[in-house]
């Protein structure tokens, strides 16, 4: 029960933006670009590595040429056990391919849970504005891709947006004290982009792992 009144909590949260579609581009492609390939995204990307892995994204800082055309395109390797946690693009759609590697535990959150193992090959969907998260519980790296349909999609770390707010309406979410919310805050991961590497007692690599809402 406690559960579901979290998951419940976390998707009133995620839900409660406006959302929209990129507008239509006004011309074809930027002008005055010389190159419309970005060599090696992990070199040139916009990168990011902790103990999870590492995370590497189109911008149109690093990628000129996306400017206006709706698009980002991630690439992702992750060692065993790391993991993307559970967050949300408020702006777009995910699709996420698993190239090789894994496999991966993945799947989101909307009235129900939604909950898959890829294996290379295996391609899924995170719907917009919908909370989601991949882990690798193989013994292998796992090398995926994921594209989605904004320019700027935004993420929300969906731990780090349910702590923003006032510290009774967390309290009595979790049905823990207000003392207990302010030792969760010092425990949490920072808001980032980057992958996590569970605890060891988290994840057992190459064993599925089941979720049970």
Do not use: W
Request: net charge neutral; aromatic share 8%.
């Amino acid at each position: 029960m406690r559960s579901l009144v979290v998951v419940a909590v976390v998707l009133s949260i995620m839900n409660a933006g406006v959302y929209g579609a990129d507008p239509d581009p006004l011309t074809d492609f930027a002008p005055g670009l010389k190159t419309f390939t970005l060599r090696d995204i992990f070199s040139n990307g916009d990168v990011s590595v902790d103990s999870g892995g590492v995370r590497a994204a189109t911008s149109v800082a690093k990628f000129p040429a996306a400017a206006s055309q709706g698009l980002q395109y991630v690439r992702f390797k992750m060692v065993p056990c790391g993991v993307n946690l559970p967050h949300t693009h408020p702006r777009a759609t995910e699709m996420l391919t698993l190239i090789s590697g894994g496999p991966l535990q993945v799947g989101f959150v909307d009235t129900q849970a939604f909950i898959d193992i890829l294996h290379p090959g295996d391609v899924t969907i995170f719907p917009r504005g919908t909370m989601h998260f991949e882990i690798n519980i193989g013994f292998k790296e796992a090398d995926y891709i994921s594209a989605l349909n904004s320019q700027n999609p935004g993420v929300l770390t969906s731990s780090v947006s349910i702590l923003k707010l006032p510290l009774t309406t967390v309290a009595t979410a979790f049905n823990i004290t207000e003392r207990a919310v302010k030792k969760l805050e010092s425990t949490i991961y920072a808001s980032g982009r980057g992958l996590k590497k569970t605890s060891k007692s988290g994840c057992v690599p190459g064993r599925d792992i089941t979720v049970d809402f």
